[in-house]
């Protein structure tokens, strides 16, 4: 499967009241080499579902995905013999036309959250108007800011933030009564 991209991406200032009323799915993923290529290559589990992801690109802004699906023995395998690795919550979060995909990050990256819009055509991704919960747009700058992610920690994540002139807000999260709760 091949499939081109085209997306913003933004940190997230808080998270939305009604987030735990939408679906959400946990998600791992290795990186072999070079995480922060735009020509990447990833291992990733979504679900029960897995795949063996070739990312090759123009830009951070359009890059081609190649999808090879494996199964969960293959990725047992392969997940081994990743370099760094990471964990997320990804929630499917509807705004307007669009699904915002918000990840909230486990593990040593706790409290990091980013949020990710596709769009069909470049005058989607142009007029986009971002909601107030967001946060600073992020999108030139993602490859660079998640080099090696599978390997920083949360405060790491902030200094990183800080060399490009931006704060990263710790999203701290408490569950209560089947809600997410942002501080």
Known sequence: MKETEMERI?????????????????IKVGDFFDSNSIDA???KQKGDKYALIKKEGESAL???EHTIFIKKGEFDILWKCTTQ??????YYYNIGSYTCEIDIYQGKLLGYVRAEIEFNDPEEMKSFEPP???GEEITV???DIH???GT???AEMEERYLGKGISLKNISIIKTDNHIISL
């Open 10 to 26: 933004f940190l997230v200032k808080e998270l939305p009241e009604d987030l735990e009323d939408f679906r959400h799915i946990i």
């Open 41 to 43: 290559l990833k291992i």
């Open 62 to 64: 359009k890059r081609t």
């Open 85 to 90: 690795k990471h964990e997320k919550i990804r």
């Open 132 to 134: 107030s919960w967001f």
């Open 141 to 143: 700058w993602n490859h």
């Open 147 to 149: 080099e090696n992610l």
């Open 152 to 154: 920083v920690t949360f």
